[in-house]
């Protein structure tokens, strides 16, 4: 029987992993060890001797030449998070050893929550909000709502994410633009997109919806030159990351053009500074990076490694394998 172990940060354990996923792999595993931190197994990499495999997610460890060495056994990593960016390292590319994560599970609710504040705003939800407060009565017209029906949503970045927002917009009347180099016009199209440029975005989109992973090139990619061309009442939203976006510049934008709405789930720093502007800018939404996995939903990431799982000791091809050609354009 293969023998694992899991090394992850103990908090989220039992969330990643939930009982009845971990009841299931150490049906189909041999679990010789208590779970680890990755801390406690620094103390002792003696343990990783036996190990074929490692059951892991955040906190985890990294995969240098240190642990490869007390690991001559390790054949594979099944990592129950996102990013394998600061885990993986060039002596683990070397020794083959095979890398997956549930970064398509953890795009679920990131998708489900952009996709609620999609339709949210195209009814102008967030305007309304805030003008409500304001003052404290309601609106006398509400026929200027652009809504769903024959609205334009740009998507920047077919990332795992922007792919499953734009299969999740199918159900809707909606016409959807997106922005990547990486992409062709064919594969886009399978996916009901048009690629335009990422001015084209920002100037025909009623909805702007950023996905990019976070790379150098990507680094402050959107800033005033962008959004100060957004249509008249359009809005913005941010699951990816805080530091694609200028902040200072995006401030500057919006207090100018009060009629854009901002939705931002993450910043850069997150949370923002206590003394930001995000803070009491009305036009500025922030949410505390709930769009990932949080609570129950920790629990698809480990139930898509317990799959992974199955098909390696089955010896069948895994579904969402990580490869080193790719692995420079991943978030």
């Not at 030159?225 to 200072?248: D, V, W």
Request: some cysteine; glycine content about 6%; charged content about 20%.
């Amino acid at each position: 029987m293969v023998k694992g172990l899991y090394v992850m940060n103990q908090a989220s354990f039992e969330l990643v992993y939930p009982k009845a996923v971990r009841k299931e792999i150490e049906t189909l595993s041999d679990i010789y060890k208590q779970p680890l931190t990755n801390q406690q197994l620094q103390q002792d990499l003696s343990v990783l001797h036996e190990a074929e495999v490692i059951f892991s997610g955040w906190g985890g460890p990294k995969l240098d030449q240190t642990l490869l060495n007390a690991a001559p056994n390790l054949k594979a990593f099944f990592y129950a998070a996102g990013s394998l960016k600061h885990t993986v390292t060039k002596a683990a590319w070397e020794r083959d050893i095979l890398l997956t994560n549930a970064v398509k599970a953890n795009a679920v609710p990131v998708a489900e929550y952009t996709l609620s504040q999609i339709l949210f705003c195209l009814k102008k939800g967030w305007t309304f909000t805030r003008s409500i407060r304001r003052n404290k009565q309601y609106p006398t017209k509400t026929n200027d709502v652009s809504g769903a029906f024959g609205s334009t949503v740009g998507i920047v970045s077919l990332s795992t994410v922007g792919r499953m927002v734009c299969e999740l917009l199918k159900s809707f009347d909606v016409h959807v633009i997106a922005y990547d180099p990486y992409i062709k016009a064919g594969e886009a199209a399978k996916l009901g997109v048009k690629l335009c440029s990422l001015e084209e975005i920002f100037s025909r989109s009623d909805v702007v919806s950023l996905h990019p992973p976070l790379l150098e090139e990507t680094k402050a990619m959107i800033g005033k030159e962008l959004i100060s061309q957004m249509r008249p009442s359009a809005s913005m939203i941010n699951t990816s990351r805080g530091a694609i976006i200028k902040e200072a510049e995006m401030v500057e934008v919006l207090r100018e053009r009060t009629d854009i709405t901002v939705v931002l789930d993450v910043t850069s720093p997150e949370p923002p500074h206590a003394d930001s502007p995000l803070y009491y800018l009305e036009n500025v939404i922030l949410t505390p990076h709930l769009a990932g996995s949080v609570g129950k939903e920790c629990g698809r990431m480990g139930s898509y490694m317990l799959e992974e799982f199955k098909r390696y000791i089955n010896h069948e091809p895994l579904r969402w394998q990580i490869k080193e050609e790719f692995f420079h354009i991943l978030a």
